[in-house]
């Protein structure tokens, strides 16, 4: 079977045909070289309108990367046509394998963002024989093309977040769809404000705002402010993760209260040694050794063990079904709270009482969305950066975040390289 016969098969041509291949030595490696050569009859297309007209000149052979064969790297050769266009001028062609002044094919471009997923881009890049630009201006024209070809119609659940990204206060907004059977970025927006919100409800556009029913979030005054004021037909829902998060930073807060008056008093602090994640853990995730030290801790009357007290009852308000006896639960454990004259905890029973309607919405959703999803998916985040060794551009970062984590549709391609 003949190598022309091969690139029919997974890499056809409309109004062009393959012609003679050949192998050549560059830089002490085979290169495997397949020229292109138009048809007879194939019509000369403008590359700015697509219209067809008559062949102006010739420019020099331009070579293009295409995918490799058996490890062989393989170029298409072809010599530019310009044609002159009746609306455009004179103007260079347009082909079917490569868009604009681009030296790399549409087929190697999908070959490596497909690849870039399993990959660092720096092994993607290493692995097919090509740079780290290359990869990343390959993972940009496919993150291109998706995000103009997506389709952001019926979204009904979305979930709100920032994440750091770099040292310092680096942060972005990310907006996830939460829909049943389908869980994706759809937002990216550099630092953790207002406006970086109210853009992705400007791109999202009235209509589908309209069409929200339940927005995930955390307690981000501005992030609240813009969802009350773009989508208060939709429930806002502050879940028992960032709430469950906040108040074991106040149990932790009162056992280095704690600790401190101890030892500036003179009594023994090492009771409340190596206790924090005692404190802090469930009580089904603790080892041991953990286990055994909290048992002892816990026969002692101190302050840490009424904060850990109050932590563990509270744990009963997330079971609860009704939002009415929920609610009711909640206001005797604020009570309580309250008077333990436990200054963290008292400062968490306010913020609760303040956002109360908000976190009673995770019931009346039934518990069917939570910010614990987009927790999740900000691992995801994590690991793609850390895959990449980390990005210094936030516009890299943006291209791979949607890369990973988007579902964007890809060009279509007569033939698959890779799964």
């Known amino acids: 079977m003949r190598i022309q016969t091969l690139l029919n098969v997974c890499h056809p041509l409309k109004s062009f045909v393959y012609g003679r291949c050949r192998l050549t030595l560059r830089g002490g490696r085979l290169v495997l070289v397949a020229v292109i050569r138009p048809r007879k009859n194939g019509k000369v297309l403008c590359s700015v309108c697509g219209r067809a007209g008559r062949c102006y000149d010739h420019l020099d052979t331009r070579e293009f990367d295409f995918v490799p064969l058996w490890n062989i790297p393989v170029r298409l050769e072809y010599p530019m046509r310009r044609v002159h266009c009746p609306d455009c001028g004179v103007r260079v062609e347009r082909v079917p394998w490569a868009d604009g002044k681009s030296h790399t094919t549409k087929a190697f471009e999908l070959f490596l963002a497909q690849w870039a997923r399993k990959l660092s881009w720096k092994e993607t890049a290493a692995s097919f024989g090509t740079c780290w630009d290359t990869v990343y201006r390959s993972v940009k024209a496919v993150v291109a093309y998706g995000l103009a070809h997506r389709n952001l119609d019926g979204i009904e659940a979305i979930g709100v977040d920032e994440i750091q990204y770099g040292k310092g206060h680096q942060y972005l907004t990310v907006v996830y769809q939460l829909d049943a059977g389908i869980r994706r970025l759809i937002y990216v927006g550099k630092e953790r404000t207002a406006k970086t919100l109210l853009r992705f409800f400007f791109e999202l556009g009235k ?76 009580p089904e995730n603790l080892t041991e050794k953990q286990q055994t030290k909290l048992d002892d801790v816990l026969e002692y009357d101190l302050k840490s063990v009424r904060a850990y007290l109050l932590k563990e009852s509270f744990q009963l308000f997330w079971d609860y079904d009704s939002p009415y006896w929920a609610e009711w639960y909640l206001d005797k454990w604020c009570n309580r709270a309250m008077r333990s004259r436990l200054e963290p905890i008292k400062k968490f029973v306010k913020t609760l009482r303040a956002h109360q309607p908000l976190i009673m919405n995770w019931f009346k959703a039934k518990k069917g969305y939570s910010s614990g999803i987009v927790e999740g998916l900000n691992r995801k985040v994590n690991l793609v950066t850390r895959k990449a060794f980390g990005f210094r551009s936030y516009e890299v970062l943006k291209i791979a975040l949607f890369h990973t984590m988007g579902a964007l549709p890809e060009p279509e391609s007569p033939h698959r390289f890779c799964g």
Not at 208 to 237: E, G
């Open 207 to 282: 209509e589908r705002t309209a069409l929200l029913k339940f927005i995930c979030s955390d307690m981000w005054a501005p992030y609240l402010k813009v969802i009350h004021k773009k989508a208060p037909q939709a429930l806002n829902i502050l879940d028992r993760f960032h709430i469950v998060s906040h108040l074991t930073q106040a149990v932790n807060q009162v056992r280095v209260d704690e600790v401190r008056k101890l030892k500036d008093r003179g009594y023994d602090e090492t009771v409340l040694k190596h206790t924090k994640y005692c404190f802090l853990k469930n």
